[in-house]
C-alpha cells in the first residue's frame, strides 16, 4: 500500500486519510520506504486519540 503522502527517504511517518465523513484510516509507514506497513481504521472516531483507544495483541 504505497501512498504519495507517506515522506519516505528513511523516514517513519504517518498520514490521516479521509474517506467521507465518519470513514477515516491512518496509515502508518514504519520503516520510512514509503509504503504503508499498517493501517488503522478509525469508523465514527471523534476527539482525540490516546494510547488507551488502541488495543494491541
Avoid: C, K, R, Y
Amino acid at each position: 500500500m504505497e501512498s504519495a503522502d507517506l515522506l519516505g527517504g528513511n523516514q517513519a511517518s504517518a498520514h490521516l486519510l479521509n474517506f467521507g465523513p465518519g470513514n477515516d484510516a491512518l496509515q502508518i509507514d514504519i520503516d520510512g520506504d514509503g509504503a504503508g506497513d499498517m493501517e488503522i481504521s478509525l469508523q465514527n472516531a471523534t476527539g482525540t486519540l490516546h494510547n488507551g483507544n488502541f488495543l494491541v495483541s
